[in-house]
């Protein structure tokens, strides 16, 4: 297959599936014209990358993820332990912007959103200058 029926295929851009390439997660075979040829092995490797992405995992995470999925005598107790990290960061992410809607929309509910030059939102955010 080539670049563009793989991307068809496993749904990322080719520019993605090139960047995979460049930074070793897919090896597609190479013909004598110098044209990608890529496999079944490589379309499944692809498609496994792309969940994985979609899930907010970074790309260190997907090489370990792909390194276990192909490691055959791995525990699952590996593979929970990454999966169980980006949750924890999933979850603190949540927690910020949580906390950052929580503080704009008290400042937003604060401001008079009138003619007045007053306003506790610019107050709150030039905090730190003023400081």
């Known amino acids: ?13 080719a520019k993605t599936i090139r960047y995979y390439e460049d930074i070793g997660l ?12 890529f496999r079944e092995q490589d379309l499944h490797k692809l498609s496994f990358l792309g969940r994985a992405r979609t899930l907010g995992f970074t ?11 192909e490691d055959e005598t791995r ?3 590996d593979v929970k332990k990454v999966a169980r990290d980006h949750l924890r960061k999933i979850e603190d992410k949540i927690a910020d912007l949580e906390a950052m809607r929580d503080t704009l929309t008290h ?3 604060a401001c008079a959103g009138d003619n007045r030059p ?3 939102i610019l107050k ?6 003023a400081g």
């Open 124 to 129: 709150d955010l030039g905090q730190d200058l």
């Open 107 to 109: 400042l937003v509910d």
């Open 26 to 37: 897919v090896t597609p075979a190479r013909g004598e014209n110098g044209y990608r040829s």
């Open 75 to 77: 525990a699952s107790a």
């Open 59 to 69: 790309i260190e995470d997907c090489r370990t993820l792909m390194a276990l999925y």
């Open 118 to 120: 007053d306003c506790p």
């Open 1 to 13: 297959m080539n670049i563009g029926d793989v991307s068809t295929r496993c749904g990322l851009p």
